[in-house]
C-alpha cells in the first residue's frame, strides 16, 4: 500500500509549485553566496523541521559554459525520466512521463508526472513517481521542482515506492561564463522499513555521521556533470548532452 505520509496529490502539488520553486531558488542563492569556488563541489545540510529529515544541498559552478546552457540543460533534466540513461548519475534505470492537463499556476512554465527507477544497492531498485515543475523566474535561472505524488504514469506491479519531500530538485544559474548547478535532496528514507519507521531510520544515520555514501553519491554526481558539461563545451562530439 502507497504511504500517505510522504505524498502529495497531484492537485495539491500544483497548487503549491510556485511556492515550493522560490524555496528552491533561496536555499540556492544562500548557499552560492558562501561557497564561492570554481569546479569544486560543495554539500551541506541543513534539518528541514516540517519534513522531519535533513536537507542535503550540493552545489558546484561549472566553468566555460556559455549562457545558451542554461535553457537547454533545464529541458534535458526536465525530460531526464525519458532517457535510456543517465550519464550523470548512473544509477538510473528508465523511467516515464506523462503529460498534465491541468495549467500551471503563474511562476510556473509547465508540469509532467513522471517516475524514474534507481539502483540504490539495495536488494531491488527504487522508483520515485512524482510531479516535475519547470520555472523561469529571470534570463539568468532555471529551476526544476520534483515532489512525490499519489498519482503519475503507470508503473511496473509491486515495486517499492521511495519518496522526495520539500525542498526536493534542482537549480541551474548562469553568471560570468560559469553554470551553477544546485541539486538539493530531501527524503525521508529508502523505503527499507515501512512508514515512518524508515525515517527513523535514516534520521538515525544522519545523526550519527553515517551518511557517507549519500554524501558520495552527490559528489559523483557533480563530478560527473562537471566533466559532462566541459567536454561539450570543448567540442567532443561522444558526448549526448546539451
Known amino acids: 500500500m502507497p504511504s500517505t505520509i510522504n505524498q502529495l496529490t497531484v492537485s ?38 516540517d519534513a522531519g529529515t535533513f536537507c542535503y544541498q550540493t552545489h558546484i559552478a561549472i566553468s566555460k559554459q556559455p549562457p545558451s546552457r542554461l535553457a537547454s540543460l533545464a529541458e534535458f533534466m526536465y525530460n531526464a525520466a525519458t532517457l535510456k540513461q543517465q550519464a550523470w548519475y548512473p544509477q ?5 512521463t506523462a503529460p498534465l492537463s491541468t495549467s500551471p499556476l503563474p511562476g510556473i512554465d509547465r508540469h509532467q508526472l513522471a517516475w524514474g527507477c534507481f539502483d540504490l544497492g539495495l536488494p531491488a531498485p527504487r522508483y520515485y ?27 511496473p506491479a509491486g515495486v517499492p515506492l521511495a519518496y522526495t519531500l520539500d525542498p526536493n530538485g534542482e537549480v541551474f544559474y548562469w553568471a560570468d561564463d560559469c553554470l551553477h548547478w544546485h541539486h538539493i535532496c530531501c527524503t525521508p528514507g529508502a523505503a527499507i522499513l515501512p512508514g515512518r519507521l524508515d525515517r527513523w531510520l535514516i534520521n538515525s544515520l544522519r545523526w550519527l555521521g553515517l551518511d557517507q555514501a549519500e554524501r558520495q553519491t ?14 561539450r563545451s570543448m567540442g567532443s562530439e561522444s558526448v549526448d548532452f546539451p
Do not use: K
Open 129 to 155: 513517481r512524482q510531479l516535475v515543475s519547470l520555472a523561469r523566474p529571470d534570463p539568468q535561472t532555471a529551476i526544476l521542482v520534483a515532489r512525490s505524488t499519489d498519482d503519475g504514469p503507470s508503473l
Open 218 to 231: 552527490y559528489r559523483e554526481e557533480a563530478e560527473q556533470l562537471r566533466d559532462l558539461l566541459q567536454l
Open 92 to 96: 538510473f534505470q528508465g523511467g516515464a
Open 12 to 49: 495539491r502539488a500544483v497548487a503549491t509549485a510556485p511556492d515550493a520553486a522560490r524555496a528552491l531558488q533561496q536555499l540556492a542563492a544562500s548557499h552560492r553566496q558562501q561557497h564561492t569556488a570554481i569546479d569544486q563541489h560543495q554539500t551541506i545540510r541543513h534539518w528541514q523541521a
